[in-house]
């Protein structure tokens, strides 16, 4: 693990609880603002299309289940 890395870890292990909530609060966010960001790119990129093939031919064949 990086240096970086390391002191970042340490730096949060040394926060208040109440800034470790405002902390946690802001890399919720974060994270899942770029995790939707890479779904987009593998979206408009075709990297997810093989699976969506899969999954709307196992769909059709009656291999799905309503939530």
Request: hydrophobic residues 35%.
């Amino acid at each position: 693990m990086s240096k970086a890395v390391e002191n970042i870890k340490i730096e949060i292990s040394r926060l208040p609880q109440s800034q470790l909530k405002q902390f946690r609060e802001w890399y919720e966010q974060f994270d899942s603002n770029t995790w939707g960001k890479q779904i987009e790119e593998d979206i408009s990129s075709g990297k997810l299309d093989a699976l969506v093939d899969v999954a709307l031919a196992d769909h059709k064949a009656g291999k799905s289940k309503r939530l």
